[in-house]
């Protein structure tokens, strides 16, 4: 079965960049997708199709999916990002997550 | 607005069977195919299968084959979700969730918005 890989854990410190990374197989062939997921609360679409924000979504997310890994970047980090987040592709007729990312702000 | 609002919180004992409700409004129900998704406790997100509202269509997680059961009723816009053969390990938020971006085609499928998420306790 196809399988996504996250680091556990991402620090930044507030108004810098953070970048979470999402690998699998010919990942770059397919589209990826991000979610953030605060405690407590529902998922989030943050990314989709590689790099399109969801209405509502701030400009300081952005996704790439030009090889691998696909990434999640937050540019200006803010404390309010502090959250899980989590890859997600569709392969062979089935939805894939990656094991999820802490970003701890710091 | 996009809205869907799933049924409350439920416990079963081990072997038993659980139905959870997923109501939509605010598009047009038939034009979005419906996600459930589960999370146990401090795990991660786990995917179980897809109903297209519109065609009646449905495709399971491999895992759940056998053991979950996905409908939908089209005149109160509510897709539900039944699992049965409970045990400890369903313990979880699932989650229902309208496709970012309609039907899921050959390239892409992603979960846009999503409910409140139902709690699902099983213990003896």
């Known amino acids: 079965s196809y399988e996504l890989t996250q680091p556990p854990s991402v620090s930044v410190s507030p108004g810098q960049t953070a970048t979470i990374t999402c690998s699998g197989d010919?990942?770059?062939?397919?589209?990826a997708s991000w979610y953030q997921q605060k405690p407590g609360q529902s998922p989030v679409l943050v990314i989709y199709?590689?790099?399109k924000r969801p209405s509502g979504i701030p400009e300081r997310f952005s996704g790439s999916n030009s090889g691998n890994p696909a990434t999640l970047t937050i540019s200006g980090t803010q404390a309010m990002d502090e959250a899980d987040y989590y890859c997600?592709?569709?392969?062979?007729?089935?939805?894939?997550f990656g094991g999820g990312t802490k970003l701890t702000v710091l | 607005q996009v809205q869907l609002v799933q049924s409350g919180a439920e416990v079963r004992k081990p072997g038993a069977s659980v139905k959870i409700s997923c109501k939509a409004s605010?598009?047009?129900?038939?034009?979005?195919?419906i996600h459930w998704v589960r999370q146990a406790p401090g795990q991660g997100l786990e995917w179980m299968g897809i109903v297209n509202p519109s065609g009646g269509s449905i495709t399971y997680a491999q895992k759940f084959q056998g053991r979950v059961t996905m409908t939908r009723d089209t005149s109160t816009t509510t897709v539900y979700m039944e699992l049965s053969s409970l045990t400890s390990e369903d313990t979880a938020v699932y989650y229902c969730a309208r496709d970012q971006g309609g039907s899921c085609s050959s390239n892409s499928c992603s979960p846009g918005s999503w409910g409140q998420g139902t709690l699902v306790t099983v213990s003896s």
């Open positions: 010919r990942l770059g062939d397919k589209y």
């Open positions: 997600q592709a569709w392969d062979s007729s089935t939805v894939v």
């Open positions: 605010g598009y047009p129900f038939t034009y979005y195919d």
């Open positions: 199709h590689d790099s």
